[in-house]
């Protein structure tokens, strides 16, 4: 199976809002509602960001948010802050009852 | 609160088995709709899905990995393990043990901190 495809980065400055695509194929992201976010600082585990396309676990920022939109998932950081900068990382459950993750995007605050 | 903590040997040799066991505390590894999964990250690399398994003993594994990949279930102890076969080098990794929603389509909601393991002769 294929990764999930992101932005190697995406960079914006305090305040700000940026935007992180997650492009797979009708097959995970385009055929399920099981598309997930995940946050990771160096040295840390991932931590569940956004889960079922657009719902926050409870604690949360609501400055994260989620949506999609045919074979691609996008993942929007508004009032960008500089706890923000870290990797990000979407997943997928897919047609073959597997699970995959994107290739993982670099944020960075400027 | 639900905890995972991963165990196991830092070190394995080449063409050995590498063999991990997360432990669960604060809660059962038996509740409905949860599977329970394992994912790894080489140093400097992305996140790669090795498999999941329910309390019953269900289990789904990556097809990249299928042919080494055993996931077990011990509900007596609340744990469950992790074994990979002839290991090289491609598997130097941190391994995670983390809780999965939705009946195991979903995300990872809970993780344990990881464990390194690096293959080495």
């Known amino acids: 199976q294929s990764a999930l495809t992101q932005p190697a980065s995406v960079s914006g400055s305090p305040g700000q809002s940026i935007t992180i695509s997650c492009t797979g194929t009708s097959s995970d992201v385009g055929g399920y509602n099981y598309v997930a976010w995940y946050q990771q600082y160096p040295g840390k585990a991932p931590k569940l960001m956004i889960y079922?396309?657009?719902k926050r676990p409870s604690g949360v920022s609501n400055r994260f948010s989620g949506s999609k939109s045919g074979n691609t998932a996008s993942l929007t950081i508004s009032g960008l802050q500089a706890e923000d900068e870290a990797d990000y990382y979407c997943s997928s459950y897919t047609s073959s009852s597997t699970y995959v993750f994107g290739t993982g995007t670099k944020v960075t605050v400027l | 609160q639900l905890q995972l903590q991963e165990s196991g040997p830092g070190l394995v040799k080449p063409s050995e088995t590498l063999s991990l066991t997360c432990t669960v505390s604060?809660?059962?590894?038996?509740?409905?709709?949860?599977?329970w999964g394992w994912i790894r990250q080489p140093p400097g690399k992305g996140l790669e899905w090795i498999g999941s398994i329910y309390y019953s003993g269900s289990t789904y594994y990556n097809p990249s990995l299928k042919s080494r990949v055993t996931i077990s279930v011990d509900t007596s102890k609340n744990q469950f393990s992790l074994k990979l076969s002839s290991v090289t080098s491609a598997d130097t990794a941190m391994y995670y043990c983390?809780?999965?929603?939705?009946?195991?389509?979903?995300?990872?909601?809970?993780w344990g901190q990881g464990t390194m393991v690096t293959v080495s002769s």
């Open positions: 604060g809660g059962s590894i038996s509740s409905s709709s949860y599977y």
């Open positions: 983390a809780r999965q929603r939705s009946a195991g389509k979903g995300a990872f909601d809970l």
């Open positions: 079922d396309v657009s």
